[in-house]
């Protein structure tokens, strides 16, 4: 059965991942690489995810801590770099080399590149949502579980 913070932590990272998918196709639109509006969105949308999730995990101490949330922001480096990385991988693959399926489309339909970007980070990122997901849920669901430190123990 799936635990009800699981399904609320998915609605709010479902916002997230909509505001992070925008964010990254309108960068990508205006002309800025794969990789860095991949980056851009995705710090948009977690940023988002973490203060929201504050609502999901409140019986806990985690967003009471402030060392919890410098601990999500280093996760969050190292998971959007992994993250901006496949998408840009896998938004080349769309628009370049013999899998353009996206450029072969944007060919025969007449669409601006910029267009075309766009919409493969788009693709890319819904791509790698599922996976982000879940790896998030569990960061966050063992962020909360850590007790907050008292003054003497932070010594």
């Known amino acids: 059965m799936v635990s009800e913070k699981f399904i609320r932590f998915a609605a709010i ?3 997230g991942l909509l505001l992070d ?12 690489g794969f990789f860095a509006a991949s980056w851009m969105g995705s710090l948009t949308g977690v940023t988002f995810v973490y203060f929201m999730s504050y609502f999901i995990f ?4 985690y967003a009471k801590y402030a ?6 922001l280093i996760w969050q480096v190292f998971s959007i770099l992994v993250a901006a990385a496949a998408v840009a991988f896998l938004s080349r693959m769309m628009t370049e080399g013999r899998v353009a ?13 910029a267009e075309v970007r766009s919409m493969a980070v788009a693709v890319a990122k819904l791509l790698i949502a599922p996976i982000s997901l879940i790896a998030n849920f569990f960061f966050m669901k063992g962020l909360a ?3 907050p430190k008292t003054r003497n123990e932070a010594r």
């Not at 060392?67 to 999500?72: E, F, I, S």
């Open 21 to 32: 998918v925008s964010a990254s196709a309108a960068a990508a639109y205006l002309g800025a």
């Open 58 to 61: 409140s019986d806990s101490q």
């Open 67 to 72: 060392g919890n949330y410098l601990k999500y």
């Open 13 to 15: 990272s479902g916002l």
């Open 145 to 147: 579980a850590m007790p």
């Open 101 to 113: 399926v996206f450029s072969a489309v944007a060919d025969l339909l007449d669409i601006a590149a």
